[in-house]
């Protein structure tokens, strides 16, 4: 009963007074947050490429009101770009030269050079949100961005790339389904 009563005290948490306040980083939280969210998006963009046969990569559709949308090859490479775009300025860093406006580098162009490119948007985004909390690596401002004339948190820059990513991931389903291809995300 001693042995019993001595591994309770010692597994019971300290008493904090009531109404006393604990104070804590929250860097830690939210990186692992963003985390989760990041590596959920990476999922199933990553997935939604996979899926999609590489002959319709260059699949717009053409019914309705659709003049001018990119195609599925091209919004993941837009969608990509903007990543890297983003959470090179959460880093501080310049994006990369072939990030260009937003479109991608002109060099990628097949199913598997597409792919490669999401995932490496993605390792980007982790990178950045690995820094939050870092106060030694400075966060630019984007042009891209709605955060103009100031210097926007590195946790903003993040919040907008998924916000944009889920954005385009919308109308990548909508793109699959149209071909006929049921978004992994979607399937039992």
Do not use: C, W
Request: glycine letters at 6%; hydrophobic letters at 45%.
């Amino acid at each position: 009963m001693k042995h019993l009563l001595l591994v309770f005290v010692l597994l019971m948490p300290p008493a904090i007074p009531a109404g006393a306040q604990v104070a804590r980083d929250s860097s830690n939280q939210d990186r692992a947050d963003f985390l989760y969210f990041v590596q959920l998006q990476r999922r199933d963009l990553v997935e939604a490429a996979l899926a999609m046969p590489a002959d319709k990569y260059a699949f717009t559709p053409t019914e309705g009101a659709f003049a001018g949308v990119r195609s599925f090859g091209r919004q993941l490479k837009h969608l990509a770009a903007t990543n890297y775009i983003l959470a090179s300025a959460a880093l501080g860093v310049e994006p990369p030269a072939d990030a260009g406006d937003e479109m991608g580098p002109d060099s990628v162009v097949t199913k598997d050079q597409i792919v490669r490119y999401l995932e490496g948007s993605f390792d980007l985004m982790e990178r950045a949100i690995h820094a939050i909390g870092d106060a030694r690596l400075p966060v630019r401002s984007s042009a891209i961005s709605p955060f103009q004339g100031h210097t926007p948190t590195r946790i903003a820059l993040l919040a907008e790339s998924m916000i944009h990513a889920f954005d385009h991931y919308g109308q990548i389903v909508v793109y699959l389904r149209m071909n006929g291809v049921i978004p992994p995300a979607s399937r039992p």
